[in-house]
């Protein structure tokens, strides 16, 4: 069941890849599968289903990295660490970046509930991590879950410059004005 599940999951990625959200559908993962249509829905209801979990695949693999990061590091630079990281699954997934943060879910997490209610593991560990930097005062006294998502907004708008092609093909002069960029912001609300 599970293995049969993963196979839909991994055949519906594939063809996103190819065609985007608009070409994803149940008759096409069953037909690049073999299978009939009844046989998907037999492990995801529906469409929105099936996109919430890949999202969910996303975020836990996301999560995951966000959790290898170091805790030794100064606690400006750990905020800037989640950054980066988010930055880089954009690179290397886009299409389930895609899923995740740029088309309309279901369960979409919603500001300011969802994320005060630290119902979005992500955001909750950069919003520890700009609660950290004000406790250690690197940072203004402030309310860390909006700190957080001016930051992730700053972040997001920049990754969604490059995957408009607004950087060119070369990744390294990108990931540059995107470092130096979220250093300008963040040394904008820093409390020294």
């Known amino acids: ?15 996103h890849r190819r065609t985007g959200v ?3 559908s149940m008759r096409r993962i069953a037909a690049k599968l073999g299978v009939t249509a009844p046989a998907i829905y037999h492990h995801f209801r529906n469409r929105d289903a099936l996109l919430e979990a890949v999202s969910d695949e996303g975020f836990e693999r996301l999560v995951a990295r966000l959790g290898r990061l170091s805790s030794a590091r100064p606690s400006l630079q750990q905020c800037l660490d989640v950054l980066i990281v988010y930055r880089e699954f954009a690179l290397n997934e886009p299409h389930v970046f895609a899923i995740m943060f740029m088309t309309p879910r279901p369960r979409t997490r919603q500001f300011p509930d969802d994320f005060r209610a630290r119902r979005s ?72």
Request: charged share 25%; hydrophobic share 50%.
């Open 121 to 192: 593991a992500a955001f909750s560990l950069l919003a520890d991590r700009v609660a950290a930097a004000m406790a250690a005062r690197a940072l203004r006294e402030d309310d860390p879950n909006e700190v957080a998502l001016t930051l992730w907004a700053h972040a997001h708008g920049l990754v969604l410059l490059q995957r408009g092609g607004r950087f060119g093909e070369q990744l390294a002069p990108y990931r540059r004005v995107f470092d130096r960029s979220l250093g300008r912001l963040m040394a904008g609300i820093t409390a020294h």
């Open 1 to 15: 069941m599970a293995k049969t599940r993963t196979r839909i999951l991994n055949a519906a990625k594939a063809i």
């Open 22 to 24: 608009d070409g994803l």
